[in-house]
């Protein structure tokens, strides 16, 4: 049963930094992509950053320019480092595979991990 689980959310302060991971429990082929959706208080979840085949990387403009996504294939393993962390970005945060272009998740939802952006 294929599994992802994410780790490393938190507390901090607004300006500062924090790395998720996702780890999958299936070998995820390179030609799928990964991607990392958020799911603030009362909002829908939504794609904030993706990286395609090919290492092609997608992020919405609310995140642009402070988060950046990555992936280690051999481990198995997605991260998202975010920086200039601001309260609005306070969310539960998920990863999923993503086939092609599509933002549509493939697999089961994880647990998520929570991040509270906050003073």
């Known amino acids: 049963q294929v599994q992802l689980v994410e780790s490393g959310g938190g507390l901090v302060q607004p300006g500062g930094s924090l790395k998720l991971s996702c780890a999958a429990s299936?070998?995820?082929?390179?030609?799928?992509?990964m991607g990392w959706y958020r799911q603030p208080p009362g909002k829908q979840r939504e794609l904030i950053a993706a990286i395609r085949r090919g290492g092609i990387t997608n992020y919405v403009d609310s995140v642009k320019g402070r988060f950046t996504i990555s992936r280690d294939n051999a481990k198995n393993t997605a991260y998202l480092q975010m920086d200039s962390l601001k309260p609005e970005d306070t969310a539960v945060y998920y990863c999923?595979?993503?086939?092609?272009?599509?933002?549509?998740?493939?697999?089961?939802w994880g647990q998520g991990t929570q991040v509270t952006v906050s003073s």
């Open positions: 999923n595979v993503l086939l092609g272009n599509s933002n549509y998740p493939q697999w089961p």
């Open positions: 299936g070998s995820i082929a390179s030609m799928f992509g």
